[in-house]
Structures are given as C-alpha cells and as structure tokens.
DNA sequence: GGCTAACCGGATGAACCCGTCCACTTCGGC
DNA sequence: GCCGAAGTGGACGGGTTCATCCGGTTAGCC
C-alpha cells in the first residue's frame, strides 16, 4: 500500500472513531469522509461496508475491555477486581455512543472481532466465578447479566455527558449493590430534571 | 366531523399505535397511512405533525401507567403497591418500542399530556414516600430512579419478545432488590445466547 | 526526471422520506 | 335527488443518504 494511502486510512479511521462515539453507528458515510479530509470513495475503496469499519474502530476499543478484565483477573481482592471491571466497561461505553451498538452487535464475518469478544466474556466468566468463590458476589449472577447492564446502561440518554456519567454510575452502583453480598451503601441519584429531551426530528 | 373522517382518524390511530409498538416513534409517515389504508394527505390533515400523533397514540398508553400508580397508591401494603407499579409500567414499556420514547419525550405543546404525565411523577413520589415510611424502600430511591429505570429498561433489546420480557423481568427485579430492605431474593436470569443481533441497516 | 499503476475527489443516479398541492369523490342537509 | 362543502388519494418537489463510476493527480520505482 501507497505512503499516502495508508495516511489516509489512517484519518478515516479516526475520524470515524470520533463520529462514532459523538452520534452512534449510523453517521453518514459522506460526513465520515468529510472529517477525514478525504472523498466518498476513498472511504468505500477501504471499508466497503459500513461493518468492516465498525469492527477496525471498535477492535482496540474491545482491547481496551479486555485489558480492564484481565486485570480485573489478576486483582487480589477478588470483589474489587469485579466492579472495577464493569465499571470501567460501563464508563468507557457512556462516553462512546457507538460502544455500546458495537458490542452488541455480532459481525459474522470479523472472525478475529467476534473471537476476541468472546475471549473476554469468557474470562469475565472467571472473574465472576472468582468473586463467587470468595463469597462477594450472588451466586445466582449469571454470565448474561453483563450483556443485561451493557443493554440498560445504553439505553442511558441524556442531554448533556456529564448527566449522562451520573445516570450510569448510578445504574452500575444500584446493579453491583443488588449483586453485592452483603448490602452496601447507595450511590447518589444524578442530577433532577436531566432526562426528558423534546421529540425532534434528530432521532 | 363527518362519519367517514371519524372512521379514518380512528384508523390511523390504530395503525400508528401498531406500527409504534413494533417498530419504534420513527417510522415513516406513509407507512402508517397505507397500514391505515388511506392517503398521506389524510393523515397529515388529522395529525399535523409527528408529536401530534405521538401524542395522541399514547395518550392512553399514559393512561394506563397512571392508572397503575393510583392503584399502587391505593394498596394496603405499600411496598407491594410500589412494586406491581414499576412493574407494570415496565412490563407496559418492553412489548411496545414506542412507549419508552414517548414517556422519555417532552412535548411542550401538548399541555395536558405534560400535565398528566407530571401528575403521574407527583403520584409515584407519594407512593414512594408510604414504601419509604413503612420501612421497605430504601432512603436514597429518588423519584429520577423511575426514570433511571424507565431509561434502562428501555435499552433492551432482543430478537423475540418473550426473551426482552425476560430480560426486563430480570432487570427491574435487580433494581428493586437493591432498593429493598431487607435482601430479597434475585430473579433468574434470562435464556442464554439470546441478546446479541447482528449489525444490519434497519437500526 | 519520466512513466505507470495506484490513488484521489467529486459527480452521479437510485432509493428513501417528508410535507404540500390539486383534481376528484362522497357525505349529508335540504 | 341535488348540491356544496368536507374529505380523499396520489402525484410531486425538496431534501438526505448510499454506493458506484470516471477523469485527473501523485507516489515511487527505474
């Protein structure tokens, strides 16, 4: 590949990892290339679906989940390697709209993505299993409870990040506190009236 | 009004509540007028803008939550009143797309929807407060959880509707044990596998 | 420096959705 | 029955996004 094309892959891709995390997947094709500096066929010449750029954005992206669960693994206190794991998953998706749709999403087609997803959710299984064992975490929390929070913190919507922050801390704390044996103290409920949003034509 | 225009409005109606439940407050206008079997110009008459009809179809979706909280209120057991009521409302919002983002919304032009939904919030803090007084509810539940709730809820999403029940189940069933005092036992989680969807066009 | 293949950007046409306009139809009072 | 007003449906212009195609440009080997 050409000096000069390779740079401009590269832009595409950062591009599109900021219009991703502002605005969800499904920022315009054209925008993407307009933020790069390149033209609509450049673009498409590199990622000729929309998936496959969704996966190169999002592989260091899961890189970085997997990092917070390896390290959760090797964390001594078996509890507190747990919640820093789903905290840092659920704070690295609020700020990253695209996040949340990214992992959620299955891409037949990226074998080393979908392996490496998968990986993780199976290391986390040890995490969980390690926080069971230790006599911290319910056991009756299941693997798919992960998937459950990643869902309802997406859901989280609000108009400005820092409400948006709050909610989910919140979220997480009342979740890990159900899952938390024994009961801990709540955390604080975000700030009033941040919620509701008008009905317009921008989704 | 004449005869045949009051048969027409109420289809619309019907077709638009349809169409929302299934497949969320955006879908195209045109849609919704063919499902109605009438023209577009037919619709846009009856329901000038979108919000109207937002409003109008969920209307009475808004009715049936405050009709769920009174009868919270009403309960002689308060925390059992304040659960069967953030039960039914969620219970209401998972097998209807459109609901969440309709109680999410704010519609400053429709002032007795606003009223009314301001006056169910009212109801659900008095409901709350009996739960607090009698010694269920947890001290820190804020009246913005509902909506926490409400928001999270609304981020689930799964192929068939039995598996979202369930998962909704779970979740408000977590939530509501970490409120709860004291411990209550957690709910089963949902069927495995089940929550990942492949990354296609249609959202 | 010259040349070729790789690369680039914008133009392009198809598909979609919105909201309006207009010629035609039908209700229902008389 | 008649007739006017209310009602109707589909066509249309404007806007947006997608994904492809093509003529001009540039990198980088010789």
Redesign the pocket.
């Known amino acids: 590949?050409?000096?000069?094309?390779?740079?401009?892959?590269r832009r595409v891709v950062a591009a599109a990892r900021e219009l991703f995390a502002e605005r969800g997947l499904?920022?315009?094709?054209?925008?993407?290339?307009?933020r790069?500096?390149?033209?609509?066929?450049?673009?498409?010449?590199?990622f000729?679906?929309?998936a496959d750029l969704v996966v190169e954005v999002f592989s260091d992206q899961l890189g970085v989940c997997v990092q917070a669960i390896d390290d959760a693994l090797a964390d001594p206190d078996p509890w507190h390697g747990f919640v820093s794991a789903v905290e840092k998953i659920c704070a690295a998706q609020v700020v990253d709209r695209g996040f949340t749709a990214a992992f959620l999403s299955e891409f037949p087609d990226a074998v080393d993505y979908e392996r490496e997803r998968v990986r993780a959710e199976r290391v986390f299984a040890l995490v969980a299993q390690r926080a069971k064992d230790s006599g911290d975490l319910h056991p009756d929390f299941d693997r798919t409870d992960l998937t459950l929070l990643i869902m309802a913190n997406g859901g989280i919507t609000a108009p400005t990040p820092e409400a948006a922050l709050a909610a989910s801390r919140r979220l997480t704390t009342l979740l890990l506190t159900a899952f938390h044996l024994p009961t801990t103290p709540l955390p604080p409920p975000a700030p009033l009236g941040l919620y509701h949003t008008p009905l317009g034509?921008g989704r």
Chains 1, 2 share one sequence.
């Open positions: 590949m050409r000096a000069d094309a390779r740079e401009n892959r499904d920022v315009p094709m054209a925008t993407i290339a307009r790069a500096g390149v033209g609509v066929a450049t673009l498409y010449r590199r000729p679906t929309r034509p």
